[in-house]
Structures are given as C-alpha cells and as structure tokens.
C-alpha cells in the first residue's frame, strides 16, 4: 500500500481519463455503493478509494449479535474479505482515518498524513455508540473505564467476548434491540445478566406497551433480569474497572462488565467541519446528494433524506443502488424515495418482529389485536386503504415473511384480515412469489430483490444454492431461506434442479453410486487415483472426493484395493482421531466394553510413560487416551499391545453390550457373548459411515439397543429382535424392528447382511438413520430377510471377503506404510493444548 | 518453479507422493506438498482458523483441505477457498535434482 497521491493514470497505465471516486467508510452502506457502482460497470468510469478507519474488510455487522452468542465466528461474517479489494482493482485504505474534507480542493486528508484527491466523494461513515453522560464512565476523554464496551464494531465485540472471560456478572444499559441482543450474547457466554432500561417498555421505538411487557416475560424467562424505568447516574469503579452502577435513586447494582446501547450517533463530523448542512445527520436530495455539493454523495446511517435518518440495513440497499445508478450515469433520473422499516430481534427463544405503525393513526384505519400473555404471544396489525402499514408479532413471528412482503409492497391482503395473522388459508407461500413486485426485498440482510434473483435464475442457474451463491440471498441470518427456495422455484416455473452433483456420491466425479460402482467394477479401477484418471472431468483430483472414494473401492475390492495414503483423511493415515489441537486420541478395541485387569494395568502404563492428559471412557464402552502426539503413535500402539479399536474412521466401531444372563437377575439372553462375537467378526469394517451397534440382555434395554444402527435385543423364548436405523447423536431416532429371530447365528447372519448391503446402497457420509428410513424398512426386510430380490448369498459373500481381509492397522506401528507417517505437523506449536485434568 | 536460493529444509523421500509435511524455517512452519503431478507447493502450516494442521490435510492439484474444519486453502495463493475466510501465505519451493528442498520466499499475493 502506498500512502502517496498518485494519479489514476499511474496506477493502471492505460485509462488516462478515469476519474477517481474516493469513499469514505469501509461499512455496509459504503461498499455496497462500491459493489453497486461496479455492477454498472463503474470501474471503466472511476479509479476508486475506500477510505475505513476499522483495520478489516467489510463485515456483516448485523452478525455481531451472533458473534457474541458464540454462534458465528468473526472469520465467517465477512462480506468483502481483503482480497475482494484487490481483484476488483480497488484501493483500500485500512484502518486509515479521513480526518478532513477539503471540498474546495477536493481532496481528503487522512490521520495517516496522506492526501488525496477526489472527483467524486461518497460519505459513508455510518454511526458510533451513544455514551450518555455518567459520573466514572470514561477513564480519560477518549478512553471509557475498563470493563465499559459499546456494542458497535467488530473491536467491541471481540473485546466484550476477551474481557467476558471468567467474570460473573454483566450490566447492559439500553433494552432496545441491540440491547437485547447484547444480554442475550453475554449470558451464552455465562455471565449472569442484567439490563436496565430507562423507558417503562423494552424496545419501545418498535413496541407498544403490552407488546414490550409481554416480551420482557420471555427475556426474563431466559434468566435476564429487566429493570425498566431506571435512569442510571454513576459508574462505579475499583483499581480503574467497573465493579457496578448507581441508579438516580441511589440503588445500585454490582457487575463486572457494563455494555452501554442507548441508542447511535450518525458519524457526522467530517460533513460539518466540510460546511455540509448536517441536521440529525447529513441532509441529502432525492440522488443521494448533498444538498450542498453535487460532488459528494452520502449514503447509509450518516445520511439524512427527507427528514429521516435510517438505522438498518435494508434502507442502505435502496439508497446505495440509486446512488450507483446516478453517479455512473447510468439512470440520471434514479430517486429515492425514502425505505419502510421492519426489525426482527435476533434472540434465540423470544421472537419479535415489527414493522411500520404500531398503532392506528388515521379514524378509519383498521386495527387488528390478539393478545395471550400466558403463552407470550401477542400480534397487532394495521390495515390503511386495504394496505398493511404496521404490524408487530412477539412469541409467534410464522408469518412474517408474509407481512414483510405486504408491508414493503403493498401486496393485496385476504378479506378474512385475521389470517394475516395466523394460518387459516392465508395466500400460500408460492402465491405469494409470484404476486411479489419484482424489486421486493427476498434477503434483508443481503438485500437481494425477487428480480437479481429470478435474473439469476434465467441466467442458467437452477438450483438453490446456486442462486445463493450467485447472489448471496440467504447467505446473511438465514432467515429467508424458505422463502429464497420459494422463488426459485416459481421463476424456474416449478422446474428446480436439485443440485446435479446432489446425487453424485462424491462430489468429484460426477456418478451415483450405483453408476460409479458399476464402472469402478467394468474399468477395474482399484486405487482412487485410477478412478480419478478414468471417471473425473479433465481427470482431475479432488480432495473432497477422496476419502469417500477410498472408502467405496475398500468396500468393493476389499483383499484386491490399492491403498493410496494421499486418499486417506489423516485419521485414517494414522488410525487415531485427530483432536483440535493437532494431538490424537488412542482407543484400543475392548470387544463389548468388556476388558481385564491386565489389559487395565496396560493401559494404565501406557498413560502414565507418555504423560497422557486426558483418559476418558467413551460412550462405546472403551477407554480413550486422547492427547497422544503424533510422534509417540507407534510407540503407545507396542506399549499397548493391543488392536485397534477403529474408533476414528468411517467402519464398524464397536459393540455396546449389557451383562445379561452372566450377571443380571433380568437377563434373559447372552448378550456379552453375542456382542464380543460380533464384535469379533465385523471389526474394521469400511463404510460410508460410521456403524454403532448395541446387543442387550433383556427390552429393560440398558446397552440402549433402540437407538444404534444396528441394535439386538433378548426376549423371552430364547429370541432376539434385530432393530436397525437408530440413532442417539445429533438426531434422534428409534430403530425400525428389521426381524425376531432364534439363534445367534442367525443375528450374525442378518447383521453382515444388512450391513453389506448398507455399505453398497448408502450415500457417502449416509448414516442408517436416514439410509433406513430412505429404502423403507419392508424393503430392507425384504432383501435382507427374504432375499426377494437374491442377493442374500452374494451379500453374505462379500462380507465375507471384507472380513478376510481385515488386519489390524496399529501394525502399521511397527513398519511405518509411508515415509514420515508419523512426522508432527505442527512442531513449533506447544502441546498439548486440550485440557488436562 | 524456478529454482529457490535458500538452505536446504528436507528431502523429496521425506514426503510421500499426494501428501504434505510440515519444516520449521527460519521460525515459520511450512507445510510442503507433494503433488501428484510430481510438483511441489508450499503454505504456511498453521490453519488461520483454530490452528489446524494442514500439512496432515488431503490435497488435490489446487487446493488443501484443513483436517479440523475444512477450511480449504489454495496450493498456489494461501487464499481460502470454501468461505473467503482469511488465507494463508504461499511460499516459493523447489527440489534439485538431488530431490533437496529448498523454501524460498513468500509469494505475494
Ligand atoms: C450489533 C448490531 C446488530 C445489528 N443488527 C441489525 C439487524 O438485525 N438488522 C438491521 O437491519 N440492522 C442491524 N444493525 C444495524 C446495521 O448494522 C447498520 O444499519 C449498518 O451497518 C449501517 O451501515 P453504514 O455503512 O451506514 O455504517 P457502518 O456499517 O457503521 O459503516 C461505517 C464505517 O465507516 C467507518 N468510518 C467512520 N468514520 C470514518 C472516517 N472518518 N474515516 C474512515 N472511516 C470511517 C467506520 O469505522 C465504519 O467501518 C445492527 C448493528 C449492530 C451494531
Ligand atoms: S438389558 Fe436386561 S439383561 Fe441387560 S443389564 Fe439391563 S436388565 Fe439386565
Ligand atoms: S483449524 Fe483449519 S479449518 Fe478450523
């Protein structure tokens, strides 16, 4: 970066006649103008400058809240990373403040000493926290007392999460929406909460009074304790950081933190020392002008048009695309018209939405009310000239995709007024997309209109994602995905592809998996790297497309696969689960859960000679020594002296057993025996997934048989029910009875059937429960019970052959399969850095 | 890639064919790939994300795969591609004909 004026000219070296357009704010609203200027093809028109005091790319400050929730990490909320600048030949001036605007020389002048010069400005600095004069708030004129945060930049959030670290108790003054958002963010991070609001009502700019008492319930439910009406005059500190605050009464309230959000300031500093009229902020025409200067635009939370001044995204996309259809020329006759404004808190568990009116204003505006405070619902909305001019809804916002869209653009409503509010055959979605005005707003937060999509969609792009991708809808809160897939839809007339590579097993190579494998078989591809040459467009690898791709030649040719260990997830290079911290976790095979003082003794030895820090039993009944380096693998594996225990790969991991008839006055099935013998037999086993079986004595069920891919139960009469597709992690599910049978042959039988035939019908990464409910458990009965389609002999077969072939891969210890195996990755780097207890 | 003037950090058999390892350089860790092309390519070893290892990530002939989350880097620029998160920097390297490697330089992106 260079610091020096410089003429365009000598930047580019052709294009002598651009004229350069400088920008002062790297914000949402500045560089969507940017965005917008280039999408009209500005870049032939201007050499352009971003001016932005914060050191970053552009970033979706909307997702701060989930920053601080801890459900975005900062690295994922970028809308503009550094790069973007570049490609697009912009020159960006990070973490450079302009400190003054010379309009009569046009130029800038920044806190870096630069200047520069401009043909055309665009202000767009945006707005800053408002500190309400208190008693011990600042440290000094510019610095605030430590432990005292705004809530407005990426710097403040991470400072609040750094300085939240191990303190108990946080104050927000302020019970708007960012307010809200901010208590809602800290208590996630545990601090017990309190918000203080000078108001009778929370969020009373969007709300009415019983609207805001319903939603203090709900944020007090969640455990945030509310004071309303509170004005407070002090901030108590001790050694230079806040300890509390003092209300005007004299009440206090102890807390180790204090977010202020009472409210924003429009950045208006420069335009006032420039001699622009700034009133609540820079007063601009109907093009996004300064009233004053035809050189200047302004856009965003700095600008002020036709009295009002906007403090959300969705008006800035209005303002910044007249802005670029005006200044390139492109539309000279581009006005804006001022945005309507509709809010929606982002708190997980308290839902509000409000838009517009909260009350009817006119005589003959219809008003409609619905109140149940014991369930937290309440939802108004006015009606003016058969047009929704406001609504609110809290505790139950289904249908504010609906009213949004009315409300921005005066969609026809139904007769029956109060389905607007619930759903009593309220126009369906997809009538509403296709009655949607081609420049309403789908995703607010990216603010993208019915028609960029639909062009999108006319462009060639017929899937979701594609069209997301294309154009980012969708890709801000996400809430208006469903109604993104709604519009798709329409405006590829009901003709939405799935994505192609959707069916495709790995998304390298563009097959099914039963094409695939057919091929795999006829070409007698035995390595991924063949598969790569003979079935990939241009013959190209993919990484993404190799685990998948191992695993299925594993299953397919078994004794005959070519193992390749570029092919291989690293888990799989050096059978142990790699942790967050670079180091593995070791669990050696302890058929059933059951083991012996021996092996325990082992065990022990082993963590204590490599200083193991965490020896954790795992849900599958065995024992995890995680935190093991990469360098000491093969030698914990002799120490050990034990197999694998295959916890780390896409196979067969273990058996879950109860004691049943050994121990339990229940029991009345064998279960310990007939879980090690399957154990035994299916160990290693390659699959698309991750296979977790159970067998238990009695349906007391205490080895939780129900819930695993395949699970066995003992009843009465010397029986066992076989159960498959259950699943306990992330989902949820029962498993579906697949047979009841006599013996424990015949359940060994059934599982390495149905198990094979799961390894050759399931999607990559496909576990049983979705596998099971997909295929429909008659027809998985009927090809693995009763063989009606007569495979059953040629399943079992391959099963077989798999079982052949299995060897335990700690052996690889011994003679490492590749140079520099078991080579560190991260040498400089400390560890471990899991805990250690 | 051109040859690269610097002390020699390892050996091509120090690194099997389609995978990656990391060397300490001059206080930097490098992860150096070995594509299947026979080329070499090299980036910094530490995911920006969480940390993560990527000399222990699968590769294809452009980009490597994170092992911890994904995140997915490109052999020639350091640039992520999956998100646009922040990228990593790419280095100059070469092996002589001796199979001696040698990291030079970062690539300016
Ligand atoms: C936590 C949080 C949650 C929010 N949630 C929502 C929401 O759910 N929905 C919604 O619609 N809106 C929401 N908003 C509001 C929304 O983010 C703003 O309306 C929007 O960012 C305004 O864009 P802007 O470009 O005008 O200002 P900004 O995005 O603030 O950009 C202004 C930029 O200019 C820079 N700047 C200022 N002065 C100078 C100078 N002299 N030199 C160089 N650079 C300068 C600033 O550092 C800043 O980077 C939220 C805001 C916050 C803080
Ligand atoms: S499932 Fe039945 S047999 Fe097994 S331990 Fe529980 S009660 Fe006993
Ligand atoms: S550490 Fe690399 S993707 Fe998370």
């Known amino acids: ?837 | 890639m051109e040859e690269v003037d610097a002390p020699v950090v390892g050996h091509l058999e120090d690194i099997p064919v389609g995978e990656g390892r990391a060397f300490a350089v001059a206080g930097d860790q490098v992860a150096v790939f070995r594509l299947r092309d026979g080329s070499l390519r090299a980036l910094d070893a530490v995911c920006p994300h969480r940390g993560g290892p990527l000399a222990d990530g699968l590769t294809d002939e452009r980009v490597v795969v994170c092992p911890l989350h994904g995140y997915t880097y490109d052999l020639a620029t350091g640039q992520e591609m999956s998100s646009g998160a922040t990228g990593v920097c790419a280095y100059q390297v070469s092996a002589d004909e001796g199979g001696a490697i040698r990291i030079g330089p970062r690539i300016a992106r």
């Open chain 1, 1 to 837: 970066m260079t610091l020096l004026e410089e003429a365009p000219a000598a930047r580019n070296g052709h294009e002598p006649s651009r004229s350069r357009l400088v920008v002062v704010g790297n914000g949402m609203a500045g560089v969507r103008a940017v965005e917008e200027i280039l999408a009209r093809d500005g870049a032939g028109q201007f050499a352009i400058t971003v001016f932005g005091d914060e050191p970053y790319g552009n970033y979706n400050r909307i997702l701060l809240s989930n920053v601080l929730a801890g459900s975005d990490d900062t690295s994922e909320i970028y809308l503009n990373p550094v790069d973007w600048y570049t490609d697009n030949d912009i020159d960006l001036r990070a973490g450079v403040r302009v400190v003054r605007i010379d309009r009569f020389a046009k130029v800038v002048l920044a806190d870096d000493g630069s200047t520069l010069h401009y043909d055309r400005l665009v202000i767009a600095t945006g707005s800053r926290s408002f500190f309400p004069p208190m008693e011990g708030m600042w440290a000094d004129n510019t610095t605030l007392t430590a432990g005292v945060f705004g809530f407005r930049s990426l710097d403040d959030c991470s400072g609040m999460i750094d300085y939240a670290a191990g303190k108990a108790r946080a104050v927000v003054i302020g019970g708007g929406l960012l307010g809200l958002e901010a208590a809602r963010g800290l208590q996630n991070r545990g601090l017990e909460v309190e918000v203080v609001h000078a108001a009778p009502t929370l969020m009373n700019a969007q709300l009415d009074d019983d609207a805001g008492a319903i939603l203090r319930r709900s944020v007090e439910n969640l455990g945030i304790t509310v004071h309303t009406e509170k004005r407070t005059e002090k901030v108590l500190s001790a050694d230079g950081a806040v300890t509390g605050i003092e209300f005007s009464d004299g009440t206090q309230v102890p807390c180790d933190m204090l977010v202020v959000s009472a409210g924003i300031r429009p950045n208006v500093g420069l335009a006032v020392r420039a001699g622009l009229t700034v009133e609540r902020a820079i007063v601009v025409d109907d093009h996004l002008r300064s009233v004053d200067d035809e050189n200047i635009y302004v856009v965003g939370e700095c600008a002020q048009h036709r009295g009002q001044v906007y403090g959300l995204v969705a008006p800035l996309w209005e303002q910044a695309t007249v802005l670029a259809e005006h200044l390139t020329g492109t539309n000279p006759k581009a006005v804006y018209q001022g945005s309507r404004m509709a809010t929606k808190l982002k708190v997980a568990g308290v839902d509000v939405a409000a838009m517009g009116l909260k009350h009817p204003e006119h005589p003959d505006d219809e008003f409609v009310q619905f109140s149940e405070p014991r369930n937290g619902i309440y939802k108004t909305i006015v009606v003016r000239d058969g047009k929704l001019v406001g609504a609110t809804l809290v505790g139950d916002v289904s249908k504010v995709a609906f009213l949004m869209q009315a409300f921005d653009r005066g969609l026809p409503l139904p007769e029956e007024r109060i389905s607007l509010m619930f759903d009593l055959g309220t126009p369906s979605v997809e009538v509403g997309a296709a009655e949607l005005a081609d420049d309403a707003q789908v995703c607010n937060c990216n603010g993208v209109s019915k028609a960029a999509i639909v062009s999108c969609v006319q462009g060639g792009q017929k899937t979701v994602s594609g069209v997301s991708a294309a154009t980012r809808a969708g890709k801000g809160c996400g809430s208006c995905k469903g109604l993104l897939g709604q519009v798709v839809e329409w405006a590829a007339g009901g003709a939405v592809e799935e994505d192609a590579s959707a069916s495709w097993y790995v998304p390298g190579v563009p097959y099914a998996k039963p094409e695939l494998m057919r091929l795999i078989r006829e070409l007698e591809l035995h390595s991924v790297s063949s598969v790569f040459a003979a079935l990939a467009p241009e013959a190209a690898e993919d990484a993404q497309s190799k685990m998948g791709l191992a695993s299925l030649l594993q299953m397919m040719w078994a004794e005959e696969y070519v193992e390749e260990h570029d092919a291989r997830f690293i888990n799989d290079r050096v059978h142990a689960n790699i942790q967050r911290d670079g180091t593995f976790s070791v669990v050696p095979q302890m058929k059933g859960g059951v083991t012996s003082s021996e092996q325990l003794r082992k065990i022990a030895d082993v963590a204590d000679k490599y200083e193991v820090p965490l020896i954790k039993l795992t849900g599958g009944q065995r024992i995890d020594l995680l935190g093991i380096r990469k360098e000491d693998l093969p030698a914990v594996w002799a120490d050990l002296d034990m197999p694998s225990g295959f916890a780390y790969g896409k196979s067969f991991r273990t058996v879950k057993t109860c004691v049943g008839t050994d121990f339990c006055r229940f029991g009345v099935g064998d279960s310990t025996a007939l879980g090690i013998a399957i154990e035994e037999r299916f160990k290693g086993i390659a699959g698309p997934g991750k296979m977790k079986l159970a067998v238990t004595g009695c349906p007391r069920n205490c080895a939780e048989a129900l819930c695993k891919d395949l699970g066995v139960v003992a009843v009465e009469g010397g029986r066992w029910e076989i159960y498959v597709g259950g699943a306990a992690g992330a989902h949820v599910r029962k498993g579906d009875l697949l047979a009841t049978v006599t013996s424990a042959a015949e359940v060994m039988t059934l599982t390495g059937r149905f198990l094979q035939y799961y390894r050759e019908s399931a999607n990559w990464l496909e576990r049983t429960y979705s596998w099971v409910p997909r295929m429909g458990i008659e027809h998985l009965r009927a090809v693995v019970v009763d063989d009606s389609e007569g495979i059953a002999e040629r399943l079992d077969a391959e099963m077989q052959k798999a079982v052949d072939a299995y060897r335990d891969p700690w052996t690889d210890g011994r003679e490492p399969a590749t140079p520099g195996q078991f080579r560190p990755s991260l040498p400089l780097t400390v560890l471990p850095q899991v805990p250690v207890r």
